[in-house]
């Protein structure tokens, strides 16, 4: 294992529509560009693309996002949505049900844990 690993010397791997979650509004496409995953497969991290749709949510893992473009609406089950845009930089924790709806295109810098 490389102690530090230096992103701009790495080859993001294109993964088209490998999102988990379930589709519920929409006809959302996805693309990942993995910058880095851990040996163990546990930690992730790269940009996320998504066209507008809507998802239904249930995260495993703890998130790390910084909109770089586009508009969603997050809504945590039983709370109010939180409207999210290009420049916000936000946290989602394990265990956090909802949806997911994606208004304009987005493009998030991500990081799972």
């Given amino acids: 294992m490389q102690p530090i690993t230096v992103l701009r010397d790495t080859t993001p791997v294109?993964?088209?529509?490998a999102c988990k979650w379930e589709r519920i509004g929409g006809d959302p496409h996805t693309v990942n560009l993995n910058a880095y995953t851990s040996e163990d497969g546990k930690k992730i991290m790269g940009t996320w693309i998504c066209t507008p749709g809507k998802w239904?949510?249930?995260y495993d893992k703890w998130e790390y996002c910084h909109?770089?473009?586009?508009?969603?609406?997050?809504?945590?089950?039983g709370q109010e949505p939180i409207h999210?845009?290009?420049g916000?930089?936000?946290?989602?924790?394990?265990g956090m049900k909802g949806t997911w709806e994606v208004v304009e295109t987005v493009r998030k810098?991500?990081?799972?844990a």
């Avoid at 916000?88 to 394990?94: K, S, T």
């Avoid at 810098?109 to 799972?112: A, G, K, L, S």
């Fill in 88 to 94: 916000d930089i936000f946290v989602v924790e394990p």
């Fill in 14 to 17: 294109p993964v088209l529509d």
């Fill in 67 to 77: 909109f770089q473009e586009g508009y969603c609406i997050i809504t945590p089950d």
């Fill in 56 to 58: 239904r949510v249930a």
């Fill in 109 to 112: 810098y991500f990081v799972f």
């Fill in 84 to 86: 999210l845009r290009a």
